[in-house]
Nanobody, 124 residues
Framework: QVQLVESGGGSVQVGGSLRVSCEFS????????MGWFRQAPGKEREFVAT????????DYSDSVKGRFTISRNNARNTVYLQMNSLKPDDTAVYYC?????????????????WGQGTQVTVSS
């Protein structure tokens, strides 16, 4: 069974940076596209970023493009989300997810496994 464990969330001021990580276990990491989603209080879960199995392709939501970078280290079974120029609207619980044998995908329905989430709070 796949397990995903996020870490690295916290509180940061507007304009600051934060990196969240997600450690994958239980299956072959390189067989899964990985994604980050987020959910703010009172809002629906939304797509943030995705990276292909080999790491060569990425995709981002318009709201984070140019500020966030997704990457993965297949030797360490870990996916990262580097978040720069953070805004209060970025405040949310951030979830990583794994999609078996996909390339990049922004659809939550394509993801087979989800982590428990990590809180990111951006204050002004």
């Amino acid at each position: 069974q796949v397990q995903l464990v996020e870490s690295g969330g916290g509180s940061v001021q507007v304009g600051g940076s934060l990196r969240v990580s997600c450690e994958f276990s239980g299956r072959t990491f390189s067989s899964y596209a990985m994604g980050w989603f987020r959910q703010a209080p009172g809002k629906e879960r939304e797509f943030v970023a995705t990276v292909a199995r080999g790491g060569g392709m990425t995709d981002y939501s318009d709201s984070v493009k140019g500020r966030f970078t997704i990457s993965r280290n297949n030797a360490r079974n870990t996916v990262y989300l580097q978040m720069n120029s953070l805004k209060p609207d970025d405040t949310a619980v951030y979830y990583c997810a794994a999609a078996f044998e996909h390339t990049t995908t922004s659809s939550a329905d394509d993801y087979d496994y989800w982590g428990q989430g990590t809180q990111v709070t951006v204050s002004s």
